[in-house]
């Protein structure tokens, strides 16, 4: 398969972990940073993340051989803010200038460089959003200060709602929910592989679908969490 992961070049991280994982299994995968991590690997590239255009001609150079993409995968962090509690006084100061860093990372570029992997799908294809559960437990009662953050998330939802029931090449759209925990090497690894699992058995059931990932179960487990 080919596979582009948006926000895979942090090494120890899920999205590097599945690039390596994809490629140890023989798949082409294509991953776009916005860091340069001098991996040398010729379908690594990092791209500018501050303009949304810069992103797309990173995304284009390095798939530039690719005929057809069968999974695209964001794995972006666009960051938190507004996150903290005094964020919502007062006395607070709005900056305007994170909140547009923010949208335009999670939001923009999500939109823009789906439609552009849309240009080579077809049918077996699919489009990942790598979410939280944040974004649709609306009555949790830790992280309440965290909109931006899980405003963001929410936001990249609807758009996997909208491609999967939307797109014009019947590619498959779905959202994972995960909570990877890195200081916990042994329930890292065990979630790691629920993600892994579904990721490579994704038929069109699951499109539409936002699959909550409990990685504290014993073991791991995933069910559809929301969704049709």
């Given at each position: 398969?080919?596979?582009?992961?948006?926000?895979?070049?942090?090494?120890?991280?899920?999205?590097?972990?599945?690039?390596?994982?994809?490629?140890?299994?023989?798949?082409?995968?294509?991953?776009?940073?916005?860091?340069?991590?001098?991996?040398?690997?010729?379908?690594?590239?990092?791209?500018?993340?501050?303009?949304?255009?810069?992103?797309?001609?990173?995304?284009?150079?390095?798939?530039?051989?690719?005929?057809?993409?069968?999974?695209?995968?964001?794995?972006?962090?666009?960051?938190?803010?507004?996150?903290?509690?005094?964020?919502?006084?007062?006395?607070?100061?709005?900056?305007?200038?994170?909140?547009?860093?923010?949208?335009?990372?999670?939001?923009?570029?999500?939109?823009?460089?789906?439609?552009?992997?849309?240009?080579?799908?077809?049918?077996?294809?699919?489009?990942?959003?790598?979410?939280?559960?944040?974004?649709?437990?609306?009555?949790?009662?830790?992280?309440?200060?965290?909109?931006?953050?899980?405003?963001?998330?929410?936001?990249?939802?609807?758009?996997?709602?909208?491609?999967?029931e939307h797109n014009d090449k019947g590619a498959i759209s779905t959202a994972i929910a995960p909570h990877f925990a890195?200081?916990?090497?042994?329930?890292?690894?065990?979630?790691?592989?629920?993600?892994?699992?579904?990721?490579?058995?994704?038929?069109?059931?699951?499109?539409?679908?936002?699959?909550?990932?409990?990685?504290?179960a014993k073991p791991p487990s995933i069910t559809n969490y929301a969704g049709l």
């Open positions: 398969m080919n596979i582009v992961i948006i926000g895979g070049g942090a090494p120890k991280k899920f999205g590097n972990d599945l690039a390596l994982r994809m490629r140890d299994d023989g798949h082409n995968v294509y991953i776009v940073s916005h860091k340069n991590y001098n991996t040398g690997h010729p379908h690594d590239i990092m791209a500018n993340f501050d303009t949304t255009q810069g992103v797309v001609d990173a995304f284009n150079e390095v798939t530039k051989d690719v005929a057809i993409i069968d999974i695209i995968l964001f794995n972006s962090n666009a960051g938190s803010y507004p996150c903290d509690e005094d964020c919502f006084t007062s006395t607070s100061v709005v900056d305007l200038k994170k909140w547009e860093e923010n949208i335009r990372l999670a939001c923009h570029i999500p939109h823009v460089l789906g439609v552009e992997a849309l240009k080579r799908m077809n049918e077996n294809s699919k489009i990942i959003f790598m979410i939280s559960y944040m974004a649709v437990l609306f009555n949790r009662k830790e992280y309440t200060s965290y909109a931006g953050y899980a405003g963001n998330k929410a936001m990249q939802a609807h758009m996997m709602r909208a491609f999967a890195y200081d916990k090497p042994e329930i890292y690894k065990q979630t790691f592989e629920v993600v892994y699992n579904y990721i490579n058995k994704l038929t069109i059931k699951d499109n539409s679908k936002i699959m909550y990932v409990d990685a504290f």
